[in-house]
């Protein structure tokens, strides 16, 4: 069992070093499969966000050194629920929870794909001006 969570574990390692090859690759390939282009993003966002968590975490570590990354991201999606949870209940009278979920999750794509990027080229910075 041992052997077995370690090649998950680095099978996430690797695919979370590069969040948006998986991104296109899982696209091309729901695409191909399904042709149904709105259907391939969905997923290729919602696997890819799983990715970033991880790969914003790493940077997080890297340019900080502080292991709080994944804490503070799984905080922000907390507070982003509470929020999305309670605005939902006054319009509506109710919490639909897949709906909250899945509009955190998408927002939460776009908002660590942004992070990534700033925390790669801060990253990028560092590293070079260190040589």
């Known amino acids: 069992m041992n052997g077995f969570v370690n090649v998950l574990i680095h099978i996430y390692a690797f695919s979370a070093a590069v969040p948006f090859l998986w991104f296109f690759v899982l696209w091309i390939g729901v695409?191909?499969?399904s042709r149904d282009g709105k259907r391939a993003t969905k997923l290729a966002m919602d696997v890819t966000t799983l990715l970033l968590i991880g790969s914003v975490s790493v940077l997080f570590e890297n340019l900080f050194g502080s292991r709080f990354g994944f804490f503070l991201i799984l905080l922000f999606?907390?507070?982003?629920?509470?929020?999305?949870?309670?605005f939902q209940y006054k319009v509506k009278g109710k919490i639909d929870n897949r709906r909250i979920i899945r509009l955190l999750w998408r927002f939460g794509f776009l908002t660590l794909s942004v992070v990534y990027l700033v925390f790669l080229f801060i990253?990028?910075?560092k590293s070079i001006l260190s040589v």
Do not use: S
């Open 31 to 33: 695409y191909l499969w």
């Open 77 to 86: 999606f907390l507070i982003g629920y509470g929020l999305l949870g309670n």
């Open 123 to 125: 990253g990028l910075g």
